[in-house]
């Protein structure tokens, strides 16, 4: 049941005097929940649960660690049809499409589950002494990851459950041994606290401390701010907008003791078609990249936004093929009015710009549903004006024809960071253009070949993350266990007592983990 309260750590609470609700696109009505934003006062109170729960939780067993995220998914489970009829009335998006992200969510969890009990995370590196070295003895050195600390997660618009309440983020850190506190994404707070209940009732039936995990309502910026400049949360995690991204980046700098922010931003996700594939499979490539553009209402951060060829006919029939495929596509309603005039306005501003030709857009049908539209310009436009560079998050894209191959080098060397990037070629093409594949690896995180971007497996290959803007820190990905290690660091122990170490890096190895020993992997003990 949706109370519209904050759950501040196991107990629910309304001190706040602000409210608001969610919205129902499709109907194009306010959802019939009340929601209370968190005061000041519930928010230190989440911060200091957390703070306290964290000196027990870091210590739990990798076993109980566990046991808590299976069971979180377990609970989610047991939502059933409630989770999917509120997060389909708060999104837009069919049952199909709630009841697969549902399941993504569940195996996330499941998998960070997986990854703790194993325990070989930890990444332990042991270098044994060498007493007898000459000139200066050698020390025992035993290295490991070790938890932050509380971690502060806001939710996204765009993925209400695998990215936000119970999503990659909270999974990854709770795996590692960090406390959450979720600032509940507004546009669907109703399926935030549906998921913050089963997070509660898992961390209650496992026997987690109070403040493991805490569901903040917002419907601004202030707990969020609020959140990111308390001096006991440790790491952010964000997944949305470069404006907003960025504000919680500099936020964090600026704290007398800064902190990680993992902001993953957007991408417009460039994909180069290659002639020889577009003179062979022009009808095939085009249905395939109308379906991907317009997947979802467009609202991917891996939405294929810009396509670059050189100019010939079989590009001039690709933009034409791709114009009529992009129609027959039935348009889908966007999350919430605020996205669909974002996206109308970003639409008419790459409109406006000098060089810009529509080849196609649907007409505007109901509201809140949006219009996909194929636009074209010049790379030399492409290059001379970076506003044409920007993400316009809906079913937009635009074809870039460039002259030759150093325009469309040059081209893709004008880029941003971005998420994933992708070529397009028949067997033995790509070999004569390396230099635009070398351009296109310094600006992504995933390279693609001969698919589109939009799609991302759950698994630890996967890289979800890119260069500046795509995400804050190239070096991590919000998608996969690998996940994890945004939210920990490296410790040293120098000369310790075997009996006072951690068991992951005891001589005995009693967790029989998969460690580093003198430069060499194994499992086995260590003899002194």
């Given at each position: 049941m949706i109370t519209g309260k904050n759950y501040i750590g196991n107990s629910l609470s309304n001190l706040g005097s602000k409210t608001f609700s969610t919205y129902n696109?499709?109907?194009?009505?306010?959802?019939?929940w009340t929601f209370f934003e968190a005061s000041d006062s519930e928010v230190n109170t989440a911060i200091a649960l957390a703070k306290e729960a964290y000196e027990t939780y870091r210590n739990i067993s990798r076993d109980k660690k566990a046991d808590f995220l299976n069971q979180i998914a377990n609970e989610i489970e047991a939502l059933g049809d409630e989770l999917i009829k509120v997060y389909c009335k708060e999104t837009g998006l069919p049952e199909g499409r709630a009841k697969g992200e549902r399941g993504r969510t569940m195996g996330q969890l499941r998998s960070f589950a997986m990854l703790v009990k194993e325990g070989s995370w930890v990444q332990a590196i042991i270098d044994t002494p060498l007493p007898n070295r000459i000139p200066i003895p050698k020390p025992d050195l035993r290295k490991m990851m070790s938890p932050l600390g509380p971690v502060a997660v806001f939710g996204a618009s765009n993925f209400p459950l695998a990215y936000s309440t119970a999503g990659g983020d909270t999974a990854s850190a709770l795996a590692s041994g960090c406390p959450v506190i979720v600032k509940s994404h507004p546009m669907h707070a109703g399926t935030g606290e549906l998921v913050?209940?089963?997070?509660?009732?898992?961390?209650?039936?496992?026997?987690?401390?109070n403040g493991v995990f805490s569901n903040l309502n917002s419907s601004g910026i202030e707990v969020g701010e609020k959140l990111v400049q308390h001096p006991n949360i440790k790491a952010v995690g964000f997944t949305g907008s470069i404006k907003g991204g960025r504000a919680l980046f500099n936020m964090a700098a600026l704290r007398e003791e800064p902190i990680p922010v993992f902001a993953e931003m957007g991408s417009v996700n460039p994909v180069i078609f290659l002639p020889k594939a577009l003179e062979l499979k022009t009808k095939e490539w085009a249905k395939m990249y109308a379906g991907s553009i317009t997947l979802g209402a467009g609202q991917f951060c891996t939405?294929?936004?810009?396509?670059?060829?050189?100019?010939?006919?079989?590009l001039t029939t690709f933009i034409e093929e791709l114009a009529q495929e992009i129609l027959k596509v039935e348009s889908f309603c966007m999350l919430n009015p605020a996205i669909k005039n974002n996206y109308s306005?970003?639409?008419?501003y790459i409109q406006e710009q000098n060089g810009v030709s529509i080849?196609?857009?649907?007409?505007?049908r109901k509201d809140n549903f949006a219009n996909q539209v194929v636009a074209t310009v010049s790379g030399n436009e492409f290059i001379t004006n970076k506003s044409l560079h920007r993400e316009v998050f809906g079913p937009f894209s635009m074809v870039v024809q460039c002259e030759n191959i150093a325009e469309l080098e040059k081209a893709i060397a004008s880029l941003e960071g971005?998420?994933?990037?992708?070529?397009?070629?028949?067997?033995?093409?790509?070999?004569n253009y390396s230099g635009a594949v070398d351009a296109l690896q310094e600006k992504v995180g995933r390279l693609i070949f001969n698919s589109v971007p939009t799609g991302v497996e759950v698994c630890p290959a996967m890289q979800h993350g890119?260069?500046?803007?795509?995400?804050?820190?190239?070096?991590?990905?919000?998608?996969?266990?690998?996940?994890?290690n945004r939210w920990v660091r490296p410790i040293s122990y120098q000369s310790w007592p075997n009996d006072l170490l951690p068991l992951e890096l005891m001589d005995e190895n009693p967790l029989q983990i998969h460690r580093i020993v003198n430069g060499i992997s194994s499992k086995n003990n260590i003899e002194r």
């Open positions: 696109p499709i109907l194009s009505i306010e959802n019939e913050a209940s089963a997070i509660i009732n898992a961390a209650e039936k496992i026997g987690m401390p939405n294929p936004g810009l396509l670059f060829g050189i100019k010939s006919k079989e306005a970003n639409k008419s080849v196609a857009k649907e007409d505007e971005q998420l994933t990037g992708t070529i397009i070629s028949e067997e033995n093409e790509i070999q890119g260069p500046y803007p795509a995400s804050t820190d190239s070096r991590f990905g919000a998608v996969g266990t690998n996940a994890i």
